[in-house]
């Protein structure tokens, strides 16, 4: 029998091989460049980094930079605040999104149908910012951490509710039909049943929830006073716009790198169950 040709069998491994290399050369810039400017900046002193550049220090500059952003640039107190902050989100609107997901995926009512567009709507639409910022006022929660947290709550979940729902319609329903034709109720079915079939999905949705709480800035911004309720980009924001005579970039670049290291290695660590949730929630989904 004849080999099929590459018009079947698709392309050759040589051409796949050049491909890829090619895409990753032409990606390489993008990516690696901007990150050694970043990395290179943040090891020289003040006069080197002023106008900064891709060349190495002549002077390096790495643990007096990093003592001078930890002290003055209130990184601990930011790092703290990010946790604070973070952790409730996180949690909330995995727990909130995936019940409504659920009521979502199983109800064939209208008005449940239209509530989940409008829902997930919002994953396409900018945050309110304003309107959220008045709302938290007439409840008394402006400037409070509570009030933050409560903004952040109600703009993600709608991710997860789009992300879950569709995943939970490619569940059968058997496992939740023999839970309760043995006695156990909606909560139960719930916590013991779909929450363990939904941890792939859920896994990957707290990742990307977590990177954008962890980034958010505008909401704190406007909702949260003071330094001692400043979250990390806040921090970040406050200590460059704190220099006298022009932006310090190398203690800036320095305090980029310091904010944006947990979530780098919550990446390396846990990188192979974020692309396994990835694939499982596109398969089942």
Known sequence: MKPQSTWVTGASPLWETAKYAALTLFALPWVALPLWVLLVNSWKPDAEAATPSIHLPDTWA??????????????????????????????????????????YARSK?????????????????PPAVIPTVVLVTKLGLTGSVAGYIFALIGTRVGVIVFLTTGYIKGLPRDYEDAALIDGATRWQTYWMVILPLL????????????????????????????????????????FANAGMYGIRWNLVFTHVILTSLPLVFAYVVLQRRIMSGLTEGGVTG
């Open 62 to 103: 790495v643990w007096d930079n990093l003592a001078i952003v930890i002290e003055q640039g209130q990184y601990l107190t930011g790092l703290k605040n990010s946790l604070i902050v973070v952790v409730p989100v996180v949690l909330a609107v995995l727990l909130i999104g995936s019940m409504a997901a659920w009521s």
């Open 109 to 125: 009512s209208m008005s449940l149908t239209v509530t989940y567009f409008i829902t997930a709507l919002s994953i396409i639409l």
């Open 199 to 238: 941890r792939p999905v859920l896994f990957t949705a707290a990742v990307m929830t977590v990177i954008n709480v962890w980034n958010e800035f505008f909401f704190a911004l406007y909702m949260t006073k003071g330094a001692a309720n400043a979250t990390l980009p806040l921090t970040l924001f406050n």
